[in-house]
């Protein structure tokens, strides 16, 4: 007994250091997001293994197979359940983490690899609901992925390419369900499990958790790891846990009618989590709101730590109160922009002489207006309001979060028929 105890302590030590400085343990400090993703991820991957005992990967008997799990195994559809409400709980806490990390100055000198290994493993956690999506083989997964790989074929050059790349053919049919599920059961859950261990052991070099910088002269209160850290995430874990067993009970994972290529529903809509990128395709030309604006996104956001001195001060939220104050203007504009700006061009549209669709009106102009603006925006902060540029990338971050939010909730609840704007 004791000789296994002496085991998982030494296991616990190679993900952390054998002492942790006391004020890295403060709640408030993490929130405990990156811990509760890992343990989503635990709990998808035990979940997924159970499923796939009852599972059938192909089009004639994949829901025959969900339907069999849920009304006849003993629990199946507690455990579909859980695999479903972990995975969308994983996506909200794997960007609460990256914004969490964004606020409190975690991506600066000697962490930066690790914030884009991050990104990556936000993709894939992205991509594995995603190809899990499809597998229940029901209307609202194959219309799902229909809008979703649709997206791919406006990509210039390469689109059509890609297009049958991931649905094996010109349409989604046995070829998608077989690419998605060794996707989503095999490479995708591989790629999750060395890229989360690179980012724990990065985390581990970098010293754990940052924190305020002090005198160095003053010597940094340290506690052992076990028990005083590890007591704190079991602690976490459990309760979240708890939370999702009970919420797996009170609602069930959605399942419709078998999938019918025949039949779309209306709306279709994209999985919530990108349905703010739906709802850009409404308002700009498919290149850019499929390919421009996105890789625009991503490219700032891997590029953001190499900017000198874009990081705020390690350990504080949003780096000062005056920090703090415009996070909460830069949200409240944001949000209110956004919502004014899908008004603004849902009157456009439905008016007698609608702006036609073309590359310059809904694609040039508009994405040259938004660089004009964020390079306005960060004149007015550094120069005139004397922000410093860590506060300024701060309040850039916080507005593309908050834009992709808008718009992802608009496109949940308020589109209706034929994706117009409606009041749920």
């Known amino acids: ?6 085991s998982i302590t030494d ?18 400090l993490s929130w405990g997001l990156g811990g509760m993703a890992a343990v989503l991820v635990g709990l998808l991957f035990l979940t997924g293994i159970l499923q796939l005992f009852v599972y059938q990967s192909s089009v004639h008997q994949a829901y025959a197979s969900v339907l069999i799990l849920t009304r006849e195994v003993p629990f199946g559809l507690w455990v579909r359940n859980i695999h479903h409400w972990s995975a969308n709980l994983l996506v909200v806490a794997a960007v609460l ?29 992205l991509s594995a609901n995603f190809t899990g ?13 229909t809008i979703c790989t649709s997206m791919l074929g406006y990509i210039p050059i390469c689109g059509p390419w890609l297009l049958e ?36 052991w990065l985390v581990r070099r970098a010293g754990g ?40 009970i009170v609602w069930d994972a959605p399942l419709l009618e078998q999938a019918n290529p025949g039949m779309s529903p209306n709306p279709a809509k994209a999985p919530w989590y990108f349905l703010g990128f739906q ?20 490219l700032a956001f891997l590029c953001v730590p190499f900017w000198a001195d874009s990081s705020l001060p390690t350990g504080v939220w949003f780096g000062s109160a005056r920090g703090r104050t415009l996070a909460v203007w830069t949200s409240a504009v944001g949000a209110g922009a956004t919502l004014a700006l899908v008004l603004t061009d849902n009157l456009l549209l439905q008016s007698a002489a609608p702006v036609s669709n073309t590359l310059m009106t809904r694609g040039l102009l508009p994405t040259g207006l938004l660089i004009a603006l964020l390079a306005g925006l960060y004149f007015l902060l550094v120069r005139k309001l004397k922000y410093t540029r860590a506060e300024t990338v701060m309040a850039g971050i916080i507005l593309t979060l908050v834009v992709l939010t808008a718009c992802t909730i608009i496109g949940v609840w308020f589109r209706g028929p034929e994706m117009h704007l409606s009041w749920p």
């Open 209 to 248: 958790l940052v924190q305020v910088k002090k005198d160095e002269q003053v010597p940094v209160d340290r506690v052992p790891t076990v028990p005083d850290l590890v007591v704190r995430e079991a602690a976490f874990g459990l309760l979240l846990i708890a939370f999702v067993l009970i919420l797996a």
């Open 279 to 298: 709802e850009l395709l409404l308002h700009l030309h498919p290149v850019f709101a499929t390919l421009v604006w996105p890789l625009m996104g991503a």
């Open 97 to 125: 983490h990256l914004l969490r990390v964004a606020l409190t100055g975690a991506f600066g000198q000697g962490r930066r690899l690790n914030w884009v290994v991050g990104l990556f493993l936000l993709f894939l956690l």
């Open 1 to 6: 007994m004791k000789q296994s105890r002496r």
């Open 165 to 200: 790349l991931f649905r094996g053919g010109s349409e989604i049919g046995g070829p998608t369900l077989a690419n998605f599920f060794v996707l989503h059961v095999a490479f995708i859950p591989g790629s999750l499990f060395v890229l989360m261990l690179w980012h724990f």
């Open 133 to 145: 999506y499809l597998l229940p083989w029901d209307q609202l997964a194959y219309w799902a992925v």
């Open 11 to 28: 296991l616990i030590l190679h993900l952390h250091p054998h002492t942790v400085p006391r004020e890295t343990l403060r709640v408030s």
